[in-house]
């Protein structure tokens, strides 16, 4: 079963950093490419990152751009998501999930993402 797990959120001060986990089971980082989403309260889940699935491609919305990197662990199969000069705009509910792509341009998202998860809850306070 595919799954992945989104982690590493917390409570962060304007300025600060955190980095974001997403453990995947059920399958290697080498089979899927992986998006970041996030929603914050009251609005729409919107895509933020990617990585492609052989790790050669990434991209970023502008409004992460600059201040965020990505990369995936093959050992640990994990794709960490790191933000930096965060922003009290970055309050959300962030997710990790497979999409079918992923290159410099964008993502293109899978038919159907199924569920979700619970994703990890990030906090920036100004």
Avoid at 4 to 20: E, T, W
Avoid at 82 to 87: D, E, G, I, R, V
Avoid at 92 to 116: E, M, N
């Amino acid at each position: 079963e595919v799954q992945l797990q989104a982690s590493g959120g917390g409570l962060v001060q304007a300025g600060g950093s955190l980095r974001l986990s997403c453990a995947a089971s059920g399958f290697t980082l080498n089979d899927y490419a992986i998006g970041w989403f996030r929603q914050a309260p009251g609005k729409e889940r919107d895509g933020i990152s990617c990585i492609s699935s052989s790790g050669d491609s990434t991209w970023f919305a502008n409004s992460v751009k600059g201040r965020s990197t990505i990369s995936g662990d093959n050992a640990k199969n994990t794709v960490y998501l790191q933000m930096n000069s965060l922003k009290p705009e970055d309050t959300a509910v962030y997710y990790c999930a497979t999409i079918s792509s992923c290159s410099r341009h964008g993502y293109v998202s899978p038919a159907d993402f199924g569920s979700w998860g619970q994703g990890t809850q990030v906090t920036v306070s100004s």
